[in-house]
């Protein structure tokens, strides 16, 4: 079965408007999650790395004021798009680690109208 | 900067023949190497995975080869099947955080299996 669980997995919302993404690991503890955003037929990049109980780290380019992360729990982060624009539309995904191996989420259709 | 990267976007392969994958990377810092399948509007699924003091790993059907003087690693499928049929990504890491692997991925390869 599952063992990170990602909710919703397929969300429409209109432009300027937010929308939060959840990522849960099941039946473990995770300090350390990483999302994920995959444009059509290109590869998995990776967009911040979420720290429990501290700030998330970002790469470069990805704006941390519009894709806001939490990790108050070591079995949820959420990414939160904020005042979201059709560019924003794109798959995202979340990975947690167990026992040294990476478990993804179910992923999260985005599209921004 | 692609670090990893699959040449091939497609393949297509006859059913019950064998399925080479391949995937090249830049950093000689990575020393972790994995394959994911993944379907359409789902996350990735893990296949297997290498670590750079190997040079090959075999589970069942799949086996994954390491050459690390040429920063290559190819991934095996044999026989094929038509359930194997799914886009495949080769990833690497570099570095772990608290225990967890921070993945750089390849673009996948779409890997079609003909009956």
């Known amino acids: 079965g599952a063992v990170v669980s990602q909710h919703p997995s397929r969300v429409i919302c209109k432009s300027g408007t937010s929308v939060k993404i959840e990522c849960r690991s099941l039946?473990?503890?995770?300090?350390?999650m990483f999302w994920y955003r995959q444009f059509p037929k290109q590869s998995l990049m990776l967009m911040a790395t979420?720290?429990?109980?501290?700030?998330?780290?970002?790469e470069q380019g990805v704006e941390k004021d519009k894709f806001l992360i939490n990790h108050a729990s070591l079995t949820l982060s959420t990414l939160t798009v904020t005042s979201a624009h059709p560019e924003d539309s794109s798959f995202y995904i979340c990975?947690?680690?167990?026992?040294?191996?990476?478990?993804f989420g179910q992923g999260t259709r985005l599209t921004v109208v | 900067d692609q670090q990893v990267k699959q040449n091939s976007p497609s393949l297509s392969v006859q059913e019950g023949r064998i399925s080479i994958l391949n995937c090249d990377y830049t950093?000689?810092?990575?020393?972790?190497f994995l394959w994911y399948k993944k379907y359409p509007a789902e996350g990735p699924t893990f296949l297997i995975s290498?670590?750079?003091?190997?040079d090959k790993n075999e589970d069942g059907r799949f086996t994954v080869f390491l050459n690390k003087s040429a920063k290559h690693l190819s991934l095996h499928i044999v026989p094929s099947q038509p359930g194997d049929s799914a886009v495949y990504f080769c990833?690497?890491?570099?570095?772990?955080?608290?225990?967890?692997?921070?993945?750089?991925f390849g673009q996948g390869t779409r890997l079609t299996i003909n009956p």
């Open positions: 990833a690497a890491s570099a570095l772990v955080i608290q225990g967890a692997q921070k993945l750089v």
């Open positions: 990975s947690a680690t167990r026992r040294a191996e990476a478990f």
């Open positions: 950093n000689s810092m990575f020393d972790y």
């Open positions: 290498i670590s750079s003091i190997k």
């Open positions: 039946d473990f503890q995770a300090t350390t």
């Open positions: 979420s720290n429990e109980g501290s700030k998330a780290t970002y």
